[in-house]
């Protein structure tokens, strides 16, 4: 009985016949505020020392915010003393603008000017709630109270903005809960703040509509912006922004709508820290608008660093499926992936468009590698292990060797349960493929060339044998053959030049059947030949071993 979805009324729809912005593309970056400092700080367990604001602050300016909140310096002394901080110590650079929040009574609007004293530009942002439920049940007020608390506050704002004229005030009005607010009533406060402020004179004004609480799919909120815009005074003359919260998981979407339904700025959070589910991820949208090819006007190339900041002040762990600052989300474990993520990679270019399937973004640009795009575990393919060994230690295997030793990496990685590292993979393959038996190590080899095909000598471990054959490969295989009483078959085999970066020139791989049973082998070596041979006979000595094995297995038994 406790969970019962009757419990819950559906949020009524705008009623809208001439919605435009479903037809309009973002073009460029929103004026954004970073609110990390008072909303986000606000939230946290452990509000932010003087010092962790300090290193976010700095931060902030780093990527390129022009104007953020700060704190409420009215409600809290350590959002004071930062203020009179950054304002004492010179350290807001010239084009950036510091916002303050302030409830609309007139002693912490007073207090928040205290705080401000001397600043060069400042936003003051005043807000009071007017959504239906806080009317009616926290303030018990009917509109014309709320209007009027509104419009109180904004007088006092400016008069106190007058006796300070050594600073650029910018004026803020949030009507809190806007979402959980009739329109006409929204934009009948919005109205009468502005008749006090007078955008249309010079007075810069900024009104914001918080979705304090996402109430509705990211579209409503879309249509609640347009429906404001269409419908308030002096549109023209003051900034319309956005502080969305992400009770939906809807945050960014709906940030994303009100823009292009007609907002300017746009508030958030590096990594979306704020009340409850957060607010808005400035990280996601940014990038979101970078990812379309617009210039975001921040500068996130450090991701690393705005990750570890972030948590160093908040102490919260960023998830490692973030949108474009998670560990994770850049990598790759499936095997489909792998495969087209390394076609796609292997032919891009510098300076080519980014068309990459499954990387909406190239890591690089967050300061991320390639190496990490591509990591191993039980659910990977072939794609993915050659990947890896080609890319770490120049192996780059013939098809037919990545499908059988993908099976090996991937019953390893079934044993361990989890990832398996690029120095395991390899080492598998080595001990796979590559060990040689001091035995079978080859010495020597000799060539002799006749119009009838080749007659080859091999010296390996105490060992000299000679057989004949149209080339190298037959006619090592006839003496083995000989030498040992077994039948050989070649099945395939490959030989390439090694890049730089290792020891040997060549590396050989081949597949034979040996009595009917295949057996693999690849070999390092000095020159291709010496390879192939090796190789052959690597992959003969497995089988012996293995007869060996089942021979002394029975005796035993
Ligand atoms: O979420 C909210 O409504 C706020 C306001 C004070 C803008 O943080
Ligand atoms: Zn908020």
């Given at each position: 009985?406790?969970?019962?979805?009757?419990?819950?009324?559906?949020?009524?729809?705008?009623?809208?016949?001439?919605?435009?912005?479903?037809?309009?593309?973002?073009?460029?970056?929103?004026?954004?505020?970073?609110?990390?400092?008072?909303?986000?700080?606000?939230?946290?367990?452990?509000?932010?020392?003087?010092?962790?604001?300090?290193?976010?602050?700095?931060?902030?300016?780093?990527?390129?915010?022009?104007?953020?909140?700060?704190?409420?310096?009215?409600?809290?002394?350590?959002?004071?003393?930062?203020?009179?901080?950054?304002?004492?110590?010179?350290?807001?650079?010239?084009?950036?603008?510091?916002?303050?929040?302030?409830?609309?009574?007139?002693?912490?609007?007073?207090?928040?000017?205290?705080?401000?004293?001397?600043?060069?530009?400042?936003?003051?942002?005043?807000?009071?709630?007017t959504s239906?439920?806080?009317?009616?049940?926290?303030?018990?007020?009917?509109?014309?109270?709320?209007?009027?608390?509104?419009?109180?506050?904004?007088?006092?704002?400016?008069?106190?903005?007058?006796?300070?004229?050594?600073?650029?005030?910018?004026?803020?009005?949030?009507p809190?809960s806007f979402t959980?607010t009739e329109l006409d009533f929204a934009a009948e406060v919005i109205d009468?703040?502005?008749?006090?402020?007078?955008?249309?004179?010079?007075?810069?004004?900024?009104i914001?509509l918080?979705?304090?609480?996402?109430?509705?799919?990211?579209?409503?909120?879309?249509?609640q912006?347009?429906w404001i815009?269409?419908n308030v005074?002096?549109?023209?003359?003051?900034?319309?922004?956005?502080?969305?919260?992400?009770?939906?998981?809807?945050?960014?979407?709906?940030?994303?709508?009100?823009?292009?339904?007609?907002?300017?700025?746009?508030?958030?959070?590096?990594?979306?820290?704020?009340?409850?589910?957060?607010?808005?991820?400035?990280?996601?949208?940014?990038?979101?608008?970078?990812?379309?090819?617009?210039?975001?006007?921040?500068?996130?190339?450090?991701?690393?660093?705005?990750?570890?900041?972030?948590?160093?002040?908040?102490?919260?762990?960023?998830?490692?499926?973030?949108?474009?600052?998670?560990?994770?989300?850049?990598?790759?474990?499936?095997?489909?992936?792998?495969?087209?993520?390394?076609?796609?990679?292997?032919?891009?270019?510098?300076?080519?468009?980014?068309?990459?399937?499954?990387?909406?973004?190239?890591?690089?640009?967050?300061?991320?590698?390639?190496?990490?795009?591509?990591?191993?575990?039980?659910?990977?393919?072939?794609?993915?292990?050659?990947?890896?060994?080609?890319?770490?230690?120049?192996?780059?295997?013939?098809?037919?060797?990545?499908?059988?030793?993908?099976?090996?990496?991937?019953?390893?990685?079934?044993?361990?349960?989890?990832?398996?590292?690029?120095?395991?993979?390899?080492?598998?393959?080595?001990?796979?493929?590559?060990?040689?038996?001091?035995?079978?190590?080859?010495?020597?080899?000799?060539?002799?060339?006749?119009?009838?095909?080749?007659?080859?000598?091999?010296?390996?471990?105490?060992?000299?044998?000679?057989?004949?054959?149209?080339?190298?490969?037959?006619?090592?295989?006839?003496?083995?053959?000989?030498?040992?009483?077994?039948?050989?078959?070649?099945?395939?085999?490959?030989?390439?030049?090694?890049?730089?970066?290792?020891?040997?020139?060549?590396?050989?791989?081949?597949?034979?059947?040996?009595?009917?049973?295949?057996?693999?082998?690849?070999?390092?070596?000095?020159?291709?030949?010496?390879?192939?041979?090796?190789?052959?006979?690597?992959?003969?000595?497995?089988?012996?071993?293995?007869?060996?094995?089942?021979?002394?297995?029975?005796?035993?038994?």
């Amino acid at each position: 009985m406790g969970f019962d979805h009757r419990k819950y009324v559906a949020f009524q729809p705008v009623q809208k016949t001439d919605r435009r912005w479903p037809d309009q593309v973002i073009q460029h970056a929103p004026t954004w505020c970073a609110v990390d400092l008072r909303d986000g700080n606000q939230a946290l367990v452990k509000p932010m020392t003087v010092a962790q604001k300090q290193r976010l602050f700095d931060l902030l300016v780093k990527l390129g915010f022009k104007e953020i909140e700060i704190g409420f310096p009215a409600a809290s002394q350590p959002d004071f003393d930062f203020c009179r901080k950054l304002i004492e110590e010179n350290r807001v650079p010239d084009d950036v603008r510091i916002q303050v929040l302030t409830q609309a009574r007139p002693e912490l609007i007073a207090r928040t000017y205290e705080a401000l004293e001397g600043a060069k530009n400042a936003i003051v942002h005043v807000y009071n709630s007017t959504s239906t439920v806080q009317r009616e049940k926290v303030f018990r007020m009917d509109r014309e109270g709320i209007k009027e608390i509104a419009v109180n506050g904004a007088r006092i704002v400016k008069s106190h903005a007058e006796k300070q004229p050594g600073t650029n005030w910018t004026f803020q009005y949030s009507p809190e809960s806007f979402t959980g607010t009739e329109l006409d009533f929204a934009a009948e406060v919005i109205d009468a703040v502005n008749e006090v402020w007078r955008p249309d004179q010079g007075q810069p004004v900024i009104i914001n509509l918080p979705a304090t609480v996402e109430m509705a799919t990211p579209n409503v909120f879309a249509d609640q912006i347009e429906w404001i815009c269409d419908n308030v005074k002096y549109r023209e003359h003051f900034q319309i922004s956005v502080h969305t919260h992400n009770d939906r998981g809807c945050a960014v979407a709906a940030a994303e709508l009100a823009v292009m339904a007609g907002a300017d700025r746009v508030e958030g959070t590096l990594m979306g820290n704020g009340e409850r589910t957060g607010n808005m991820d400035l990280v996601t949208m940014a990038m979101n608008l970078y990812s379309q090819g617009i210039d975001p006007t921040l500068d996130l190339s450090g991701m690393a660093e705005i990750t570890d900041v972030v948590e160093a002040c908040t102490e919260i762990p960023t998830h490692p499926r973030h949108p474009y600052a998670g560990e994770l989300v850049f990598t790759a474990f499936s095997g489909s992936h792998q495969d087209a993520i390394r076609k796609c990679l292997s032919t891009y270019k510098e300076g080519d468009k980014w068309e990459i399937a499954y990387l909406p973004i190239d890591p690089r640009d967050l300061g991320r590698r390639y190496e990490e795009v591509v990591r191993i575990n039980s659910q990977s393919g072939k794609g993915g292990v050659a990947y890896v060994l080609e890319r770490d230690y120049n192996i780059a295997m013939p098809r037919w060797l990545q499908i059988e030793f993908s099976k090996v990496v991937q019953q390893a990685a079934e044993t361990e349960g989890g990832e398996v590292d690029s120095d395991t993979i390899h080492r598998l393959f080595e001990e796979k493929y590559l060990a040689v038996r001091p035995e079978w190590r080859l010495r020597t080899y000799d060539l002799h060339r006749t119009d009838d095909g080749v007659t080859a000598t091999v010296e390996f471990g105490s060992e000299r044998l000679s057989g004949e054959g149209l080339g190298a490969v037959e006619a090592v295989a006839a003496a083995v053959e000989k030498r040992f009483d077994v039948r050989l078959a070649v099945e395939a085999y490959e030989e390439f030049a090694l890049g730089e970066g290792t020891n040997a020139n060549a590396m050989a791989c081949i597949r034979i059947q040996v009595n009917g049973e295949p057996h693999s082998a690849a070999a390092l070596a000095e020159d291709t030949t010496s390879a192939t041979l090796q190789a052959l006979l690597s992959a003969v000595a497995n089988h012996v071993a293995v007869t060996e094995t089942s021979a002394s297995g029975t005796a035993t038994a």
